[in-house]
């Protein structure tokens, strides 16, 4: 019989053949499985044929949920939280529990496995050696406004999950917010119809976008600067500002061409030949 524990179980996040043998060992033992869909764990649950019951507990739920999972744990019941996909609480509900299981001195365990956020994270070819898990943005636009202003100036790489509908609006935000950084956009990660796709926003922006899935967006700190071509300088106007700068003897004539060189990007011998008397 298992201790009374509350186990945090990672469970697919596409492909069922990625669960570790403790995962699957675990759901068989534990006397209930608390999960965020039933549906989804049940098709799970069927398919390595394990039979344990299951009740649901989701963001709607989980305030009344949570005393009786307490309760069956200080019981003696061993209890498996499961999320829709992937890691328990990231981006998903069960923070409650695991905060009053630990206030009633009961075990927590992980029993670790997949994460969207960490699979998107060494495919995306971005660095992973600072990054900020910002979870989902606010469906409204004010909101997400402000959201993405206060994060714009974090360093390193922003992972963030976003709804299929919602994606396009969200990278033309990032690329307002952001500047026009380098992001990755992987979509239904481990699943048949797995993409990951690469370049800067406002490449992206104009391409197309499917609506259904699961996307994870990645974003750089790389930002892609547009260099505006400067009009180019005539020897009229070099002469005017010359004459300006030197004309009360405030600068010598050499410090002139100098300062004319640096301030239009020219040559100093550009100058000399048009302030030439």
Do not use: C
Request: hydrophobic share 45%.
């Amino acid at each position: 019989m298992m201790p009374a524990t509350l186990f945090l179980v990672a469970t697919p996040i596409g492909n069922l053949e990625d669960v570790t043998f403790r995962a699957l060992r675990t759901l068989r033992e534990v006397a209930v499985i608390a999960a965020e869909d039933t549906r989804r764990t049940g098709n799970l649950l069927r398919h390595y044929e394990i039979g344990t019951p299951i009740l649901s507990l989701h963001e709607h739920n989980e305030r009344d949920r949570t005393p009786a999972l307490i309760g069956r744990l200080q019981a003696g019941d061993a209890v498996a939280l499961v999320s829709d996909a992937g890691t328990p609480l990231i981006s998903d509900p069960g923070f409650l529990l695991v905060r009053e299981a630990i206030a009633a001195g009961i075990r927590v365990e992980a029993i670790p496995g997949p994460s969207a956020l960490t699979a998107a994270l060494a495919v995306s070819g971005l660095p992973v050696d600072e990054f900020t898990f910002l979870g989902f943005p606010p469906a409204r636009a004010g909101p997400r406004a402000a959201w993405l202003d206060s994060r714009a100036g974090r360093p390193g790489t922003l992972v963030l999950f976003e709804a299929p509908h919602r994606v396009h609006a969200t990278l033309t935000d990032i690329h307002a917010h952001f500047g026009n950084r380098f992001v990755v956009v992987a979509r239904e990660l481990t699943k048949v119809h797995e993409t990951i796709t690469r370049g800067w926003v406002s490449d992206l922006l104009t391409q197309t976008i499917e609506e259904r899935g699961e996307y994870v967006i990645l974003v750089s700190d790389r930002i892609k600067t547009t260099v505006t071509a400067q009009p180019e300088v005539t020897d009229e106007k070099l002469r005017v500002e010359f004459g300006s700068m030197t004309e009360s003897g405030a600068m010598s004539a050499r410090d002139a061409v100098a300062e004319l060189a640096h301030r239009h990007n020219i040559s100093r011998q550009r100058v000399y030949k048009a302030t030439r008397p």
